[in-house]
């Protein structure tokens, strides 16, 4: 309850920011590629979890000053109890962002998500609509810190979870990332190295 009570604030918050008074940009990069190391950990029955890991990629381009598309891909492997699971997620989005000071930017995005279960002989493909909302802070011209409430209606299920992220400067062109993104039966630990452009 906290949780969706959270993500209604940071979707409230991040609408409520986006006014036609224009604002200093902040040093925070909207055009990005980005890959590296995935894990999932799936909470399973009675409290035993299976963590399959792999890899992810992600990207965003501004169309404008304030207009930008992103996306994300992971894909997760392993075996649990015997079975080898494969699983892989897709999302596409289009967003607004604002900068709310010199060091944070709000957005709201919205899109397309697409996820693939497969285990032996058997395949799931569910597909339908995300949505997000949060702040990127600048907390240091090297160091910036993310927080967003992502919602996810896909299929029969439909879930509101944390996503928290760090980037650290290591060139003007390239970053190390970490993010973590969680419920309470998933969370999605990645990793990796940006490249800005």
Known sequence: MKLIVTGVAL?????MTFSAKAATTPDISWNYLSTGYAKLNIKVGSGDRFKPDGYQ????YLL????????SYFDVAGS???????????SLSLGMRD?????????FEAGYGRSVAET???????????????????????????IAARYSDMGEDD???????????????????????????????????????
Request: net charge negative; hydrophobic share 40%.
């Open 11 to 15: 979707v409230l918050a991040g609408c």
């Open 57 to 60: 990629f992600n990207g965003s």
């Open 64 to 71: 404008s000053k304030d207009i930008y598309i992103r996306g």
């Open 80 to 90: 649990f109890n015997g079975m080898d699971m494969d699983a892989s997620e897709l």
């Open 99 to 107: 900068a709310i000071s010199e060091q944070v930017d709000s957005f």
């Open 120 to 146: 032996n002989s058997l395949k799931e493909t569910i597909n339908g609509f995300q949505a997000s909302a949060g702040f990127r802070y600048r907390v240091t011209p090297e160091l910036e810190l993310g």
């Open 159 to 197: 879930t509101i979870y944390g996503d928290l992220s760090v980037r650290y400067r290591i060139t003007p062109m390239f970053d190390f990332y970490a993010n973590y993104q969680f419920e309470s039966d998933i969370s999605l630990l990645g990793t990796g190295v940006v490249f800005n452009f």
